[in-house]
């Protein structure tokens, strides 16, 4: 600074934010400063360590922490029961009997050509008494009841034994045939057949009544179709009659009766096999395999179920029989071993649902005489000596074997008897295997 001419030198000018009393504080905060900055990087190292702790493991801490967990003794309890051994195989429902319906050329369609115009049943069809099968130019071939096979037209004034079936089965298809005496085709009889064939949709094939010698009149072309016509017979033509052609009927003795095989297709000439038809009670038969023919017998008892329905019945072993067939690969499984038939008597009438269909089928092949000890078949172990035990844990955890004769097995349980001084009974827990432990974390 210059006063007068003459350079001044002042003092410096202390900063305005320290002064001697402040010189210690500003040292204090500097030491504090390093020793957090100590402790911090003390701290931050410790946690760095045990992170590394946590993830760091030595072999032999890794060796038993991932090490399988001991095992557990599997038991189950000794139980008195009936043991029973069962076969299940599958089984088809059908008919005691078979009938190949065939078909001959219709009576009085003149100028036509003999084919089949329509099929009217497919397979696994029930079979009710008056029912259409199919046509023949257009007739139709139906079911009656009756065990004589049609072998003549039947017409009126004729008698006899088919003359009787015929007059039985129009009756039990709610057509009166009085007051025609029993094997007697007569005027009731006509009129029956006339209302049948009118049920079923089709008019019967007529032709021209019987009539005495001095009775004047034109006889007409039989074979024609149409309504039956009573009364006196005119000069210009006698009365019509129906008609039970050969060739329209089929007579089944029993019901039910079910559609097995349709081979008839329109359009083709008729022949010896038409159809298939089963009569007759139904009956269950299954394939069996030589092992389990050794477990069957006749008087067994058999559950029988429809998977479809859920329905299960009972019946019985009729017996076994070898398969037989044709061709020769029939009656052989897939291994070239023979197989065999079970057949099964219902104890009661099957459902006529049934027909046809299939059916599950368990035997009861064997059967202990009441209950009886037993065990699980795991339980079982056999021993260089030939001897079979089993072993029975103890309340202290230790294992006592005990000799048993094993018996008659089902159901996954075998019947067994100790040994002479052998001690097992109810209640008692035998080793069946063991399972792992709890993993660690209570995890399985």
Same mark, same amino acid.
């Given at each position: 600074?210059?006063?007068?001419?003459?350079?001044?030198?002042?003092?410096?000018?202390?900063?305005?934010?320290?002064?001697?009393?402040?010189?210690?504080?500003?040292?204090?905060?500097?030491?504090?400063?390093?020793?957090?900055?100590?402790?911090?990087?003390?701290?931050?190292?410790?946690?760095?360590?045990?992170?590394?702790?946590?993830?760091?493991?030595?072999?032999?801490?890794?060796?038993?922490?991932?090490?399988?967990?001991?095992?557990?003794?599997?038991?189950?309890?000794?139980?008195?029961?009936?043991?029973?051994?069962?076969?299940?195989?599958? /089984?088809? *429902?059908?008919?005691?009997?078979?009938?190949?319906?065939?078909?001959? %050329?219709?009576?009085? $369609?003149?100028?036509?050509? &003999?084919?089949?115009?329509?099929?009217? *049943?497919q397979n696994g069809d029930q079979l009710q008494y008056g029912k259409v099968l199919f046509e023949i130019s257009g007739r139709p071939v139906f079911t009656l009841n009756g065990a004589i096979p049609a072998y003549r037209d039947l017409k009126p004034g004729m008698k006899g034994e088919d003359v009787t079936q015929l007059q039985k089965a129009l009756s039990k298809a709610g057509f009166r045939t009085a007051p025609d005496a029993a094997g007697t085709f007569g005027a009731g009889t006509g009129k029956a057949v006339t209302a049948f064939y009118k049920s079923i949709g089709y008019s019967p094939v007529l032709a021209a009544a019987a009539m005495p010698a001095n009775e004047p009149g034109k006889v007409p072309t039989p074979g024609a179709t149409g309504d039956?016509?009573?009364?006196?017979?005119?000069?210009?033509?006698?009365?019509? $009659?129906?008609?039970? &052609?050969?060739?329209?009927?089929?007579?089944?003795?029993?019901?039910?009766?079910?559609?097995?095989?349709?081979?008839?297709?329109?359009?083709?000439?008729?022949?010896?096999?038409?159809?298939? *038809?089963?009569?007759?009670?139904?009956?269950?038969?299954?394939? $069996?395999?030589?092992?389990?023919?050794?477990?069957?017998?006749?008087?067994?008892?058999?559950?029988?179920?429809?998977? !479809?329905?859920?329905?299960?019945?009972?019946?019985?072993?009729?017996?076994?029989?070898?398969?037989?067939?044709?061709?020769?690969?029939?009656?052989?499984? %897939?291994?070239? %071993?023979?197989?065999?038939?079970?057949?099964?008597?219902?104890?009661?009438?099957?459902?006529?649902?049934?027909?046809?269909?299939?059916?599950?089928?368990?035997?009861?092949?064997? !059967?202990?005489?009441?209950?009886?000890?037993?065990?699980?078949?795991?339980?079982?172990?056999?021993?260089?000596?030939?001897?079979?035990? *089993?072993?029975?844990?103890?309340?202290?955890?230790?294992?006592?074997?005990?000799?048993?004769?094993?018996?008659?097995?089902?159901?996954?349980?075998?019947?067994?008897?100790?040994?002479? /001084?052998?001690?097992?009974?109810? /209640?008692?827990?035998?080793?069946?295997?063991?399972?792992?432990?709890?993993? &660690?974390?209570?995890? &399985?």
């Amino acid at each position: 600074m210059t006063v007068d001419g003459t350079d001044t030198i002042l003092p410096p000018t202390p900063d305005s934010g320290t002064t001697e009393n402040d010189a210690p504080t500003a040292g204090m905060r500097r030491r504090r400063r390093y020793l957090t900055g100590i402790v911090l990087t003390a701290v931050l190292a410790g946690a760095a360590g045990a992170g590394a702790a946590g993830i760091l493991k030595s072999p032999a801490q890794v060796a038993a922490e991932t090490a399988a967990p001991a095992p557990d003794t599997l038991t189950a309890q000794v139980e008195r029961k009936v043991v029973a051994e069962a076969l299940i195989t599958r /089984g088809k *429902v059908s008919t005691a009997s078979t009938v190949d319906i065939a078909a001959l %050329a219709p009576t009085g $369609v003149d100028g036509a050509r &003999p084919m089949v115009t329509k099929v009217k *049943v497919q397979n696994g069809d029930q079979l009710q008494y008056g029912k259409v099968l199919f046509e023949i130019s257009g007739r139709p071939v139906f079911t009656l009841n009756g065990a004589i096979p049609a072998y003549r037209d039947l017409k009126p004034g004729m008698k006899g034994e088919d003359v009787t079936q015929l007059q039985k089965a129009l009756s039990k298809a709610g057509f009166r045939t009085a007051p025609d005496a029993a094997g007697t085709f007569g005027a009731g009889t006509g009129k029956a057949v006339t209302a049948f064939y009118k049920s079923i949709g089709y008019s019967p094939v007529l032709a021209a009544a019987a009539m005495p010698a001095n009775e004047p009149g034109k006889v007409p072309t039989p074979g024609a179709t149409g309504d039956v016509k009573t009364g006196t017979a005119s000069a210009e033509q006698p009365p019509m $009659v129906a008609v039970v &052609p050969m060739s329209e009927v089929i007579y089944l003795g029993t019901l039910p009766a079910h559609v097995d095989l349709v081979s008839a297709k329109v359009g083709t000439p008729p022949g010896d096999k038409l159809m298939i *038809v089963s009569t007759g009670d139904l009956v269950v038969s299954g394939d $069996v395999s030589v092992r389990e023919k050794g477990l069957l017998r006749a008087g067994q008892k058999v559950d029988i179920l429809s998977e !479809s329905s859920g329905t299960t019945l009972t019946g019985t072993v009729l017996g076994v029989e070898e398969t037989t067939a044709a061709d020769p690969k029939d009656g052989q499984n %897939a291994s070239g %071993a023979p197989t065999y038939t079970l057949r099964v008597k219902p104890d009661q009438p099957l459902p006529a649902e049934f027909a046809g269909k299939e059916v599950r089928l368990t035997v009861k092949a064997a !059967s202990s005489d009441g209950p009886v000890l037993a065990v699980p078949s795991a339980a079982l172990s056999s021993g260089a000596d030939g001897s079979t035990t *089993v072993g029975v844990l103890q309340p202290d955890g230790s294992m006592r074997r005990v000799k048993v004769r094993p018996g008659i097995s089902g159901d996954g349980f075998v019947e067994v008897t100790p040994e002479a /001084g052998a001690m097992l009974a109810p /209640g008692d827990k035998v080793v069946v295997g063991t399972q792992p432990g709890a993993a &660690p974390g209570g995890q &399985p």
